[in-house]
Each structure stands twice: as structure tokens, then as C-alpha cells.
């Protein structure tokens, strides 16, 4: 990359050869954004044409009405680069966890096969357009193939991320009502097998879930139910190769999935058939600059959205290949990831700052046999990247070759709404930089007053959005309203995301304002966590924060107002196994303070930033409106005797 005045451009080269390099697509996009996202939607394979492109009833908004389509046709049989171009290429490469295991590598033609032998044998477990299904898997070709399955005959899927507990999976299941779920015996992590299959029954306790399918994967021993439990490799065994794809209507559901809500309950977002496909391949093809021989690994767990879009979605409906890997990136050598991308000649590399953290951690020296020859492209999401994580990746993994696109976006908007595009850029270290051509992004204040140049405010999207942002949160219009369409109208998307522009215009985002943290990346509510905490029967009530952390971004502290007579130790132990239970052990605290009082408003509000200054070591401001500042005080002792210990 060159760079001028602290901001990085892409050389000539990198230019010439991706599909935008001039910053008139903007220009053409803000003239009519309905009109730039219809000539995207002409490009993709559609059984009937839309009637109209952008339809709004605030806060509901339809796009592409009227429009029929099959995502699995544009990834398969209509794939834009041509199905007889793309059939004997690799659709997925997949890498095991066991370091003397063989990776798996799936074409297109073969996938489709797959794909098209489970959608039938779905059907005959009584599977119906609009059904939801429950999938439960590890990063095995089986998580893709379930995903495509359900979208080729119009069932709705619902990933779990494999590592939450079974309460978790239990929920996310009862909300989204599914009546069939598709999980595998076990897999590996960091060389143990974990036994997802007993996780799964667990999970389906008090659920309308009659069929579960096992994958067998790991050849763990699983507890055997004959009259629900049917073996995937068994029933798809004679199964017809091909079914011809639903006709979907544009706004029918593709997938829901759930991010962490407040009160313990998950909200299921929805995501709809024609949108998302457009934005999915859209964002691909411009973002990561997909050309038809790139390898890409996105490192993101199919349970997120990251996942789901682009470990899954755009790079297949792009005909490039993705590349899946089952395990931790550092197992069982700090430098595994680095010599996966050597080895299978990734040309793109998606992951999160928490991993490059933890990459520079083990130190560079690592890297310097490695040259990453065959890497043209990086990207970073999911939280904010420093400017050092961001100069450290540039260098070592980039070679200072690479452009990092930083991309900013959400579950909510199923796709990639803000970064800058690789063949134009200004790229600079902490930015996100630009808004997606025919995305309208601003920076507000309180009033409602778009923020200047340098001012901090709230993050929002104006319509007409994207087609790709979801339609709803599962059956709960009311809690879709309140969370993302009152703070400013109905008419104004909320984000939750603090931000500020340069005056080049480039977006930096601070993080969440509402009770989000990232802790490793993964999003957590320090709401659902209490909940965890406050299920447990003798706590009175607790405040969970997330605490700056040097590797995982942020990690959650809890405070538990404790009424009882075990012994500190226990009932600390106590707290981590009621998080473990109920969510998994991505949210396990750092920290864990039995307190008498918790620092309050008059009105009885829980004041959790005083908390969060405490370990930030910021000013505690003016404590006179407390009810209680006393307890201020003694809570800052502990954690400082905490410190002091370690
Ligand atoms: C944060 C992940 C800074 C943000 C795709 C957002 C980011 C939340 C970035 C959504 C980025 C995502 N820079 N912060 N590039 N990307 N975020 O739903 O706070 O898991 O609101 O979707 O992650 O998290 P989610």
C-alpha cells in the first residue's frame, strides 16, 4: 500500500485489477441509493422480477416485493460465474483440528449433491417451507450443507454457536419454535473431544424439537434415543441428488439468528430471502474483492453473523472458496493459523482484533519463515482495532502489501455496511473509513443534530437502509420498535454504536452504548449475564461490566450483593458455573466481587459506570446524586486488595 499523510491508498496493481478502483460509484449511489441497489439485484438470478424496489411503513420496510428467488440457485445451478466454470472447483476447503487429519475439500458439484441429498431427506422427516430448524454444529462442511439444505426448500434456519450450553441452545430453540434440530456427536477442541451430542439433549428438554440428525464426527459415544435420533450419514445415504430450489418470495425468511438481548432472553433476528442475498454478495464482491480464484478464510464460528455471511453465504454465491477450520487458531502451536494460510494458499484473511492481539502476543519472530506469498487481502471486525493491533497486522501478516479492510457492521444488518473498498480506500489505522456505496450512515447528538468533524455521537442508518438489514426480531414487533427505532424516530435505524467522523469523512467507532460488551469478539450483554448471577438463590442482585482487557478486548467483572452462609471461595465458584450453564464459557467473568451494596441512583438505578471507573482508574466524577456513596468506597478497597494480590 502507499501511504500519504497518515492515510494508506492501494498500489497501481492492486488497482487494475479490482472491480471498482474509482470513487464514482459513490457519486452514481448517493444520486438514488434505490436505484444503485436495484442494479446490484438485477445481476443475481431471480424466477419473477421485483415490483417494487424499496417499499417503507417506519419502522417496517420491504425490499424487492414481489421479487422470487432461491439463494441456493445463485450459489449452484445460476451461480454468476457459470455453473460448468465452477462445478469442479473447490466450494470448501475444510481443516480438522488433528494436525495428522486430511483436509476435506468439497466442489461445487459435490457440495450441490449434498446439499440437494439432506434437503430431501429434511423433507421426509416432515420438514415444510417455513419451518425452523435448529443446527448445531462445529465448523464442519455439515454446517454449510445443513444451512443450504434448509434454504433450498424454504425451511428457516437457526445456528447455535457450538460452545454455548445447553440452557442457551434450550432458549434460542424455544423462541424460534423449531421442531427439528441437526448437531453431531462431538468435536475437537484444543485436543479434547467435546460431546456435543449430550449437550444437545440436554437442550432440547422442554422444546417442541422432535428429531434431532448427528453428524458423526468425532466417533465420540453418544446416549442413543431410537425414536427421535436418526444418524445424517444414514439418512442421506439414498437420497436423490438433486430437488429443485423453492421459489421463495423476496421478504419470505431465509434464517434467524439470535444475538444476546438484556433480560436473559435472546433476540431472534430475522433475515429475508431476497435482501440478504444481494447484500451478501455485494459486500463480497466489492469489500473482499472476490475474484474467482481466491481462497478466503473467515475465522468466525458459524454461530455468529460473521459466519454466516462470509465464512458461508457470499463467498460460495461468489464461486470463490472458503476455507472452514474446526479448531483454535493457536492449537497445538501458537502459529497454526499461519500455517493454514500457508498451506492452502489463502489469497483473503478475515479475523478479529482479539486474534491478532493474540497473534502479536506470541511474538513475530514466529512469523518470519512465513511470507504469506499468496495473501492479497485482510480484514478486521467485530470490535474496534487499535492502531497498533491494526500497524502489527499490516506488517506481519500484510507484508505491508495488503490492504485491511476494517468493516463495521452488525447481526442486525446481515452484512457489511461500513469500510472502506480496497481498490479506492483511504485506509487508516482505527477506522472503519467509509459507508458502503448506497448506504446513508450518520453521526448524531442527543437532539438529534448531525455531529461535526471530531464530535462523538450516535451511530445511525437512514433509509433506505440496506436490503440486507433485518426485517424484525422474531415474533416481538414491540421490542423491535424500543430497541432500534425510538431513539430518534421511527424512520432512524439506532446502531448502539458510539462513533465520530474525521474531517476526511472516515468513521471511527468507540463501541457500544448500550449494555453490550465484546469480549473476545463475541457479543454478550452484561444483562444477560446477571440474570445468569441473579438465578443463583442466595444473590440479591448483582452489576456485570466488561473491563478493558489487554487480549480479549473486554472481559466481564461481576459485583453480587451476597446474603448467605457459604464461604466466599464457594459461592464465587458458584457464580461461574451458574454463567457456564446458562450461556457457555465465552462469557466466563474475570472477576468475581462479593459486595454488601451495589452504587446506586435515588431512583434505585444501578450506576455501573461508577463501577467501570474503578478498574479504569477515570475520575468517579460527582458521587452526590448516589443514594449510597458509601459503599463506593468499599468496594474500591476490595478490588484493590484484589490487585494487590495479583
Ligand atoms: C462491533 C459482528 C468496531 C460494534 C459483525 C457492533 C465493530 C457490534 C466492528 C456488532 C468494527 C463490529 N469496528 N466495532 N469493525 N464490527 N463491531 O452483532 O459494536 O456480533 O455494534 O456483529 O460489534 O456485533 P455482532
Given at each position: 500500500m502507499i501511504k500519504k499523510d497518515g492515510l494508506y491508498y492501494p498500489t497501481e496493481e492492486f488497482k487494475k485489477k479490482a472491480?471498482?478502483?474509482?470513487?464514482?460509484?459513490?457519486?452514481?449511489?448517493?444520486?438514488?441509493?434505490?436505484?444503485?441497489?436495484?442494479k446490484l439485484a438485477e445481476e443475481l438470478f431471480w424466477f419473477k422480477k421485483w415490483k417494487k424496489a424499496f417499499q417503507h411503513a417506519p419502522p417496517f420496510f420491504e425490499w424487492f416485493s414481489g421479487g422470487q428467488i432461491n439463494i441456493t440457485s445463485n450459489i449452484f445451478e445460476k451461480n454468476k460465474l457459470g455453473w460448468e466454470k465452477i462445478k469442479e472447483k473447490p466450494a470448501i476447503i475444510w481443516v480438522p483440528e488433528p494436525v495428522e487429519e486430511q483436509e476435506r475439500i468439497l466442489s461445487y458439484e459435490n457440495l450441490f449433491k449434498q446439499v440437494c441429498q439432506l434437503a430431501n431427506a429434511l423433507k421426509k422427516l416432515g420438514v415444510k417451507r417455513g419451518d425452523r430448524v435448529g443446527i448445531y454444529l462445529p465448523m464442519i462442511p455439515e454446517t454449510i450443507i445443513s444451512m443450504l439444505a434448509c434454504a433450498r426448500i424454504g425451511a428457516v434456519h437457526v445456528?447455535?454457536?457450538?460452545?454455548?450450553?445447553?440452557?442457551?441452545?434450550?432458549?434460542?430453540?424455544?423462541?424460534?419454535?423449531?421442531?427439528?434440530?441437526?448437531?453431531?456427536?462431538?468435536?475437537?477442541?484444543?485436543?479434547?473431544?467435546?460431546n456435543l451430542k449430550s449437550n444437545a439433549d440436554e437442550g432440547i428438554k422442554e422444546t417442541?424439537?422432535?428429531?434431532?440428525?448427528?453428524?458423526?464426527?468425532?466417533?465420540?459415544?453418544?446416549?442413543?434415543?431410537?425414536?427421535?435420533?436418526?444418524?445424517?450419514?444414514?439418512?442421506?445415504?439414498?437420497?436423490?441428488?438433486?430437488?429443485?430450489?423453492?421459489?421463495?418470495?423476496?421478504?419470505?425468511?431465509?434464517?434467524?439468528l439470535a444475538t444476546s438481548g438484556s433480560t436473559g432472553i435472546p433476540k431472534a433476528c430475522v433475515h429475508v430471502c431476497g435482501g440478504y442475498t444481494i447484500q451478501a454478495y455485494w459486500t463480497g464482491r466489492l469489500i473482499f474483492d472476490f475474484h474467482p480464484e481466491d481462497i478466503l478464510w473467515c475465522t468466525s464460528d458459524f454461530g455468529w453473523i460473521t459466519g454466516h455471511t462470509y465464512a458461508c453465504y457470499s463467498p460460495l454465491l461468489n464461486g470463490i472458496t472458503t476455507l472452514i477450520y474446526e479448531g483454535a487458531p493457536d492449537w497445538p502451536i501458537p502459529e497454526r493459523w499461519a500455517q493454514i494460510l500457508e498451506k492452502n494458499k489463502v489469497t483473503i484473511f478475515y479475523t478479529a482484533p482479539t486474534a491478532i492481539r493474540m497473534f502479536e502476543?506470541?511474538?513475530?519472530?514466529?512469523?518470519?519463515?512465513?511470507?504469506?506469498?499468496?495473501?492479497?487481502?485482510?480484514?478486521?471486525?467485530?470490535?474496534?482495532?487499535?492502531?497498533?493491533?491494526?500497524?502489527?497486522?499490516?506488517?506481519?501478516?500484510?507484508?505491508?502489501?495488503?490492504?485491511?479492510?476494517?468493516?463495521?457492521?452488525?447481526?442486525?444488518?446481515?452484512?457489511?455496511?461500513?469500510?472502506?473498498?480496497?481498490?479506492?480506500?483511504?485506509?487508516?489505522?482505527?477506522?472503519?473509513?467509509?459507508?458502503?456505496?448506497?448506504?446513508?450512515?450518520?453521526?448524531?447528538?442527543?437532539?438529534?443534530?448531525?455531529?461535526?468533524?471530531?464530535?462523538?455521537?450516535?451511530?445511525?442508518?437512514?433509509p433506505p437502509f440496506a436490503p440486507g438489514l433485518?426485517?424484525?426480531?422474531?415474533?416481538?414487533?414491540?421490542?423491535?420498535?424500543?430497541?432500534?427505532?425510538?431513539?430518534?424516530?421511527?424512520?432512524?435505524?439506532?446502531?448502539?454504536?458510539?462513533?465520530?467522523?474525521?474531517?476526511?469523512?472516515?468513521i471511527r467507532i468507540i463501541g457500544r452504548v448500550d449494555d453490550a460488551i465484546k469480549v473476545a469478539g463475541h457479543r454478550i450483554t452484561t444483562g444477560e449475564l446477571e440474570a445468569a448471577v441473579n438465578s443463583h438463590p442466595e444473590i440479591t442482585e448483582s452489576a456485570v461490566i466488561g473491563i478493558p482487557d489487554e487480549i480479549k478486548g473486554e472481559v466481564p467483572v461481576v459485583f453480587a450483593v451476597y446474603h448467605g452462609q457459604k464461604s466466599a471461595e464457594e459461592v464465587k465458584k458458584e457464580v461461574v458455573d451458574k454463567i457456564n450453564q446458562t450461556i457457555g464459557p465465552i462469557a466466563l467473568p474475570k472477576e468475581v466481587y462479593l459486595v454488601e451494596?451495589?452504587?446506586?441512583?435515588?431512583?434505585?438505578?444501578?450506576?455501573?459506570?461508577?463501577?467501570?471507573?474503578?478498574?479504569?482508574?477515570?475520575?468517579?466524577?460527582?458521587?452526590?446524586?448516589?443514594a449510597n456513596p458509601e459503599c463506593v468506597e468499599k468496594i474500591k478497597e476490595k478490588i484493590q486488595k484484589g490487585l494487590r494480590k495479583s
Open positions: 472491480w471498482v478502483s474509482s470513487p464514482e460509484i459513490y457519486k452514481e449511489a448517493k444520486k438514488n441509493p434505490i436505484k444503485f441497489w436495484e445456528v447455535v454457536f457450538s460452545a454455548f450450553s445447553p440452557q442457551a441452545l434450550r432458549i434460542r430453540l424455544q423462541i424460534t419454535e423449531a421442531k427439528i434440530l441437526i448437531t453431531a456427536d462431538g468435536y475437537y477442541r484444543r485436543g479434547k473431544i467435546i417442541n424439537v422432535e428429531k434431532v440428525i448427528v453428524v458423526k464426527r468425532a466417533g465420540n459415544e453418544v446416549n442413543w434415543d431410537f425414536e427421535k435420533n436418526y444418524w445424517w450419514h444414514e439418512i442421506v445415504e439414498n437420497e436423490a441428488e438433486f430437488i429443485e430450489p423453492e421459489i421463495m418470495e423476496a421478504e419470505d425468511l431465509l434464517f434467524i502476543k506470541y511474538g513475530a519472530e514466529l512469523l518470519e519463515i512465513y511470507k504469506f506469498e499468496n495473501l492479497r487481502l485482510l480484514g478486521s471486525v467485530g470490535e474496534p482495532i487499535d492502531e497498533s493491533a491494526w500497524l502489527w497486522y499490516f506488517k506481519n501478516v500484510g507484508k505491508e502489501r495488503c490492504p485491511i479492510v476494517d468493516t463495521w457492521w452488525q447481526t442486525e444488518t446481515g452484512g457489511i455496511l461500513i469500510t472502506s473498498l480496497p481498490g479506492i480506500g483511504p485506509f487508516k489505522p482505527a477506522f472503519v473509513g467509509l459507508p458502503f456505496p448506497g448506504v446513508r450512515a450518520e453521526i448524531l447528538d442527543e437532539k438529534g443534530r448531525i455531529c461535526p468533524p471530531e464530535k462523538e455521537g450516535n451511530l445511525v442508518i437512514l433485518f426485517r424484525g426480531i422474531y415474533k416481538d414487533p414491540e421490542k423491535y420498535l424500543k430497541t432500534y427505532w425510538s431513539q430518534y424516530g421511527k424512520k432512524v435505524y439506532f446502531t448502539s454504536d458510539a462513533a465520530y467522523r474525521d474531517k476526511n469523512g472516515l451494596d451495589l452504587p446506586k441512583t435515588r431512583s434505585g438505578k444501578i450506576m455501573r459506570r461508577v463501577l467501570r471507573k474503578l478498574f479504569t482508574r477515570e475520575d468517579l466524577g460527582d458521587l452526590s446524586t448516589l
